[in-house]
């Protein structure tokens, strides 16, 4: 604590202030600096969220071979069954008869005298386990599942267990007071049971589920004729040649697919409008204008602002953090690029964008931004999808350069993919740059800007601390030598009364 201007009755706490806010001028100019490169650090990480959203993006869309073998399937009857494309490149038609539909295995058990879904399992059995063998959804038997028996738990939290594990559902009806137990999986086990029991028999027969006492209700497979072939399945809903039918009544249907245009172009559209996104942002954020006499507010400027004044000065003050850079121009360039340029070894009438209809806009000023001709995308899509899906998605051998190092064949890469390798090579420059949000300091490049400018303003402040105690000496000795110069003159005074 200091106290100044006794003997002078000068504010010697002002005007030590006023001095170092002079000598403060320096460190707050780093601090600013430093503000400013931290707003930088995070426009570019979030420059590269946008770019990592994009390219998952891409990967889930335009180069997933089920985004183009999505089909409308016509049926004449739709209580027989349903039928959708699973799997299958080319459009599909036919006729399916259902003789039979697939059901499950059934043991419902025996009225139970003096049984309770509360009481505890040791009131029922003395056995410690209980094994349930059941079919499975390939349409075979399981190895049987043991499921353990606790005596201190009731029969109802037994039954649960029984569900979880096995592949029956067990359940007590409280009406009619009988347990009943059906497979999960429905279809028949040729000369086996679908489901059978062991390991407890006293609980079995507590329950009322053996044999010659329970009722009995065995699995049965689907039977059908699909386009003029007999066959049956376990289960009701199965595929074959990549078309899944679920079959649903007795009867018969005649079913016809065609391409599902809408779907498709859906899938090509939400491209075109994530890349039209993602450039807009780079171009805006390349392109902000940077107010160089709006720098960050330090500490006393800030709290001498209203919230209002903070937020609109702040505004400008972050703007332009990413004006000019080189890396991201380059990307956008590259990508532009990467979508002008034909892929090679594709049929000439369809190897580029315009050929279905996708071109890039004729206004300079939306730099790049691509716009569809949606008829004739559409009626690309109709006419060969798999086309189209080659002409984002093809995926080529790499090739072998000079020293025998394998590359990217770029020139017959399918367009989505070779934006993939165009925005994966932005991403990582912009991370030596900026890094990641676990990175330290030290591993890219403004870490260690940042790094060295907190070196230097501990050092000011040190440096600070000794000024301003050198300027407290100062006006310390000014001080006393006002001081002892009153005592001399009121001595004389004295001295002459």
Not at 24 to 29: A, E, G, Q
Request: net charge negative; proline share 2%; glycine share 8%.
């Amino acid at each position: 604590m200091r106290i100044g201007g006794l003997a002078s009755g000068m504010d010697i706490e002002k005007m030590v202030g006023d001095l170092m806010k002079a000598e403060r001028m320096k460190v707050d100019k780093l601090h600013q600096r430093k503000q400013f490169l931290e707003w930088q650090r995070d426009d570019y990480r979030s420059m590269n969220s946008s770019m990592l959203k994009f390219r998952d993006q891409i990967f889930e869309g335009v180069m997933m071979q089920k985004s183009y073998l999505q089909k409308k399937v016509d049926l004449s009857d739709e209580s027989v069954a349903s039928v959708r494309n699973n799997g299958s490149t080319t459009d599909f038609s036919g006729t399916i008869e259902v003789k039979e539909l697939a059901k499950s295995a059934t043991i419902i058990g025996s009225k139970t005298t003096g049984i309770d879904p509360t009481m505890k399992m040791s009131e029922i059995t003395s056995s410690t386990s209980f094994t349930v063998q059941a079919i499975n959804k390939d349409g075979e038997l399981d190895k049987g599942i043991e499921v353990k028996i606790d005596p201190d738990e009731t029969l109802d939290s037994f039954m649960k267990k029984v569900n979880e594990q096995t592949g029956v559902t067990m359940f007590y009806d409280s009406y009619s007071q009988q347990i009943s137990m059906t497979a999960k999986h429905s279809g028949d086990v040729f000369g086996k049971d679908e489901i059978s029991l062991s390991g407890a028999d006293d609980l079995v027969s507590k329950l009322e589920l053996g044999k010659g006492v329970a009722s009995y209700t065995e699995g049965a497979n689907a039977k059908f004729i699909l386009n003029g072939l007999e066959t049956q399945r376990s289960s009701n809903t199965f595929t074959i040649g990549g078309v899944e039918y679920s079959l649903k009544a007795v009867g018969k249907t005649n079913f016809t697919s065609t391409t599902d245009v809408d779907k498709v172009y859906d899938t090509i559209k939400s491209f075109v409008d994530q890349y039209n996104e993602l450039i807009a942002k780079v171009n805006g954020e390349t392109d902000e204008k940077r107010y160089r006499s709006y720098q960050p507010l330090t500490k006393e400027q800030r709290e001498a602002m209203s919230d209002k004044e903070v937020e609109l000065w702040e505004e400008k003050a972050r703007s332009g953090t990413l004006r000019g850079d080189a890396v991201l121009r380059s990307g956008v360039n590259k990508m532009r690029f990467d979508l002008s340029t034909p892929v090679k070894d594709l049929p000439t009438e369809l190897n580029q964008l315009s050929d279905i209809g996708i071109t890039t806009s004729k206004n300079y000023l939306d730099k790049g931004k691509l716009v569809i001709d949606d008829k004739k995308l559409k009626e690309a899509i109709a006419k060969d999808p798999n086309a189209i899906y080659k002409l984002f998605a093809n995926d080529p051998k790499p090739i072998t350069d000079g020293s025998g190092k394998e590359k990217p064949n770029v020139e017959e890469m399918g367009l989505a993919r070779r934006l993939r390798e165009t925005l994966k090579g932005t991403m990582e420059l912009v991370e030596k740059k900026a890094g990641k949000s676990f990175d330290v300091g030290n591993e890219y490049a403004l870490g260690k800007t940042l790094d060295g400018i907190d070196d230097r303003i501990t050092s000011f402040e040190r440096k600070l601390i000794q000024i301003e105690d050198r300027y407290w000496r100062q006006f310390t000795a000014m001080e006393k030598a006002i001081q002892r110069s009153n005592e001399q003159s009121m001595f004389l005074m004295n001295q002459f009364g």
